[in-house]
């Protein structure tokens, strides 16, 4: 089972060789099987790739990220035969009803707010009552908008009042990058089941490539959020993103067994694409650690 994550931060030629990728920097060369990597990320733009290796990464669905000159993710390799039956798991996909998406995008926002009320009962008993009475409130397809009244309490509870949420500040930078990773972890498992991110159960914005994968990382945003609470002192530099990439091998429980968080995701996304229509077989990831 593949459980690395690369993380290439400075001028670097990344080529193929032998089920090896080959990582030659300074005119030293490491070495690093494919069967051992989940994940690279490409934290430079002084990095030339080979396009074999591209071809390689694409055969053994190994996810490659790419940061700008900021140090921002920006984009990703997403293979087109991630699996062999894709078109019929697409026309399943374009199929599904709109009521069968808005009961399960019900659970999925109970679920979310669940995990903000109990990582605020982590830190600070204040509004955890007033989020749990919000998780009762939420009506098919979200109509009365809990997840939004939900997400002010929250984000004012865990950073103060004065917290807006994509301000251009060190908390919100680190959210950022936190929820990008979980967006391209998430992007190879809805691609590695054959559907298209494109085409979402509640999102739909005809700008967003992944809206699939947006409702499904919603619960799992909490992570990000805990570990930036604990950190908002920090200066978001390359020490600090290596941390944030390391979550997804942190352990945390699901189904009352546990796993490190990247298969707890493969699974999560699983379930809930086979739930579409059968939403009793809904299973959330309740955010509890260890």
Request: some cysteine; glycine content about 4%.
């Amino acid at each position: 089972m593949s459980f690395r994550t690369v993380v290439v931060t400075k001028q670097s030629k990344l080529s193929y060789k032998n089920r090896f990728l080959v990582v030659k920097q300074e005119g030293e060369e490491k070495y690093i099987h494919l069967s051992e990597i989940d994940t690279i990320i490409v934290d430079s733009i002084s990095v030339s790739i080979s396009a074999y290796l591209l071809k390689e990464l694409s055969d053994n669905k190994i996810n490659i990220m790419f940061c700008d000159e900021k140090h921002n993710p920006f984009g990703e390799l997403s293979s087109y035969y991630s699996r062999h039956n894709s078109s019929k798991k697409i026309k399943i996909q374009i199929q599904w009803k709109q009521k069968e998406k808005d009961e399960i995008w019900k659970e999925i926002v109970k679920n979310k707010i669940m995990n903000q009320a109990l990582l605020i009962n982590k830190i600070s008993s204040e509004n955890y009552d007033l989020l749990l009475s919000y998780i009762d409130e939420v009506l098919i397809g979200d109509k009365s908008n809990r997840e939004g009244h939900a997400a002010k309490v929250y984000f004012n509870t865990l950073f103060g009042k004065n917290f807006v949420r994509n301000n251009d500040d060190s908390i919100n930078a680190a959210l950022n990058y936190g929820y990008a990773i979980l967006l391209s972890t998430i992007n190879k498992e809805v691609v590695a089941n054959g559907f298209l991110t494109q085409l979402g159960i509640h999102h739909k914005n005809e700008f967003n490539e992944f809206n699939l994968t947006c409702d499904l990382m919603e619960p799992f945003r909490v992570v990000i959020d805990n570990f930036v609470y604990y950190n908002q002192k920090r200066e978001l530099n390359t020490e600090y993103k290596l941390d944030i990439v390391n979550i997804l091998n942190d352990t945390f429980k699901y189904q009352n067994k546990s796993y490190i968080l990247k298969d707890i995701i493969k699974m999560y996304v699983k379930n809930v694409l086979d739930s579409v229509g059968n939403v009793e077989n809904y299973k959330g990831f309740i955010y509890y650690e260890g």
